[in-house]
T-cell receptor, first 113, second 109 residues
Framework: DAGVIQSPRHEVTEMGQEVTLRCKPI?????LFWYRQTMMRGLELLIY????????DSGMPEDRFSAKMPNASFSTLKIQPSEPRDSAVYFC???????????FGPGTRLTVL | QKEVEQNSGPLSVPEGAIASLNCTYS??????FFWYRQYSGKSPELIMS????GDKEDGRFTAQLNKASQYVSLLIRDSQPSDSATYLC?????????FGTGTSLTVIP
């Protein structure tokens, strides 16, 4: 299995621009998680989906962040407009079910100038 | 109080020694527990999962769970320089999945 796939691996953008991060979960996994990791705050859960339905988005920082999962094999995390404080590594993870072990993608390193 | 607490370290042990990493959690109804290893610049990698009280061994790794004390630990026997990484404890409460901030481990050759 290819594991969780994320793109792009690196993104550098200017403040105010729209950023879209993409994730393909492991085939057969029913739950998908978006995390943000910074030195200051560690690993933070932003949102997770179960069977393509958003279950908990309480970690989404503000309305500038949105996430979708149109089908079982694809999810996006969008930031519009982006701000320098959004600079972080964003991880996508998937699991067979929402309470099982999670497997992480390689992450997207986002830098907002 | 944070849901999952870990000593941030850094923890340094000589090569060949036993490294002991500890984690406490606040929600008594927590159901499953995980240890992840994260190398610098890489993503977290699952090492062990444990669901019931006691010890679970996998190679050089042993996870220990004590639900009464709300405590989970990871022992690494015969530590190698390649074990140098940050170790994240994760807890599933049934409603939410929480990660600790991680313990940085350095194994000195």
């Amino acid at each position: 299995d290819a594991g969780v796939i994320q793109s792009p691996r690196h993104e550098v953008t200017e403040m105010g621009q729209e950023v879209t991060l993409r994730c393909k979960p492991i085939s057969g996994h029913n739950s998908l998680f978006w995390y943000r990791q910074t030195m200051m705050r560690g690993l933070e859960l932003l949102i997770y989906f179960n069977n393509n339905v958003p279950i908990d988005d309480s970690g989404m920082p503000e309305d500038r962040f949105s996430a979708k999962m149109p089908n079982a094999s694809f999810s996006t995390l969008k930031i519009q407009p982006s701000e320098p404080r959004d600079s972080a590594v964003y991880f996508c993870a998937s699991s067979l079910a929402e309470h099982n072990e999670q497997f992480f993608g390689p992450g997207t390193r986002l830098t907002v100038l | 109080q944070k849901e999952v607490e870990q000593n941030s370290g850094p923890l340094s042990v000589p090569e060949g020694a036993i490294a002991s990493l500890n984690c406490t959690y606040s929600d008594r109804v927590s159901q499953s527990f995980f240890w992840y290893r994260q190398y610098s610049g890489k993503s977290p990698e699952l090492i062990m999962s444990i669901y019931s009280n006691g010890d679970k061994e996998d190679g050089r790794f042993t996870a220990q769970l004590n639900k009464a004390s709300q405590y989970v630990s990871l022992l690494i026997r015969d530590s190698q320089p390649s074990d140098s990484a940050t170790y994240l404890c994760a807890v599933n409460t049934g409603n939410q999945f929480y990660f600790g901030t991680g313990t940085s481990l350095t194994v000195i050759p």
